[in-house]
Structure formats: C-alpha cells, structure tokens
C-alpha cells in the first residue's frame, strides 16, 4: 500500500501548507516499522526484530524516493521526505520502547 501510494500521481488536498505532507510521511513510516516490528518480534529477539524493523524501513523510505526520481514524471524525490520517514521510524522505536516499559511495570 505505502508503495502505491507513494509512486501515484500526488494524493491528497492540492491546497495543503507547504512541506505538511511531511507529517503524513512521519505517520506512514511509524506504522510501517511498527508492523515490521510486530512481524519480525514472531522470529527474532526484540531488539534485534526492533532495528530490523527500523533498518527495514529506513531503506525502503530511501529506495522509494530513488524510485520517484527514475521511474515518475509526477513524482520527485526529496531529502526531506527521507527525514520525515527516519523521524516516523524513530517515533515507533520511542512508542514501542514504552509499550515494552509499560507493560514490564505492569507484570
């Protein structure tokens, strides 16, 4: 899904602030390494599954702001966009660092 989107003609509201579709991308890149997380903590220990998760969509962030710039007319690839994915990585390493710290206090 996050790939489609991202290769699609723009989505989304053409009168949005500049640089606001930053926070949607630090949104997506959360939830993507959180469901990277959730499915690599089945087969790895959880810091391990946790920066995979983390380096998973680190690249693939990366590998799709490439594959705007060479494969889209529409589309252009852009440093900041590759910022706002690395924040919404790290924002998923912070929300799962509680859950994790949460739920030991809790047992």
Do not use: C
Not at 33 to 42: C, D, E, P
Not at 58 to 69: D, T
Request: hydrophobic share 55%; glycine share 4%; aromatic share 8%.
């Amino acid at each position: 899904m996050l790939t489609i989107l991202s290769l699609l003609p723009q989505v989304g509201p053409s009168n949005m602030p500049s640089n606001s579709d930053k926070v949607f991308h630090a949104v997506a890149y959360m939830f993507f390494t959180m469901i990277w997380y959730l499915t690599l903590k089945q087969s790895y220990f959880l810091k391990k599954a946790l920066s995979k998760a983390v380096g998973l969509a680190i690249v693939f962030g990366i590998i799709i702001e490439i594959l705007q710039h060479t494969l889209t007319q529409h589309r252009e690839a852009d440093i900041k966009d590759v910022v706002a994915n690395i924040i919404g990585a790290l924002l998923a390493v912070l929300i799962i660092k509680l859950a994790l710290k949460m739920k030991v206090k809790n047992n």
